[in-house]
């Protein structure tokens, strides 16, 4: 009888030092300004999303050859991390093409690493659809979803240990790698919720804008992709961001209210550039 008592009073002890633990590690997101319990730290996130990068890159048959392409992809990405708001984190982006032609799809890894396949950007035909595209993934990474995602799991803090572990150099024990493989696993497998998904639109449309990009490029995508999802194959992009016609009504609500008297004429759409560097190469 004792005994029953010890192990629930240990089970109890276990149940509230996860809740502490949950609870417990509330910080404030410099770029969203937002409350976030999360328990990895900025560096650990770096570190799994470096650990997560070259599985992600497997899965979508390695990286797209051509190094012009990546470039591009980097300049893009790297003018919405540079001229936002962007600036204000410490996450070291990069921005890869995947060459799965066959999977519809833009990810992002904790930490700043960003992807999309080439199936994604063969639908494309601006430079501000991919613009809204990387806007949209790179707000995942500041938002810290996949952070806040281990969280929720109950998983952040053994993480967070394994993560410091393998970022050292002393030797991993066999729980701390399942522990980490774990966690990798599932950023490669994240499907971010309803939530998640429309915060990234909003911040992704203000980067975008911010950038100098015409937020139209995120309207279209959005558009592009929808008309796709009712065909025969519907793009990944929505297994994996859900959603979409409700994302659409919320986005041009955004667009609306910050300009209520049209899109300035300088924001940039970006056809012919896109076409001339992307269009002979896909
Ligand atoms: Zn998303």
Known sequence: MSRLIIRLGIGLLFAIFGLINYF????????????????????????LGRQSRDRMIERH???YPDPILQAYINRVGNRIVKKSTVSYSTYPFQFYLLQDKRTVNAFALPGGQVFLTAALLSRLNSEAQLAGVLGHEVAHVVARHGAEHLAKQQLGAAISHAVTIAASDSSESARQTAILARAINQMINLK?????????????VRFMIEAGYNPRGIMELM???DAANKGAKPPEFFSTHPDPGNRISKILAI???KFPNGIPKKLEIGKTRFRKIVGSRL
Do not use: M
């Open 24 to 47: 417990g590690h509330v910080t404030e997101n410099p770029v969203t300004g937002e409350q976030q319990r999360v328990q990895l730290s900025p560096k650990q996130e770096i570190v």
């Open 192 to 204: 971010y919720g309803r939530q998640d998904e429309l915060e990234s639109d909003r911040l992704g």
């Open 61 to 63: 048959n390695g990286l």
């Open 223 to 225: 558009k592009i992709l």
């Open 255 to 257: 667009i609306q209210q």
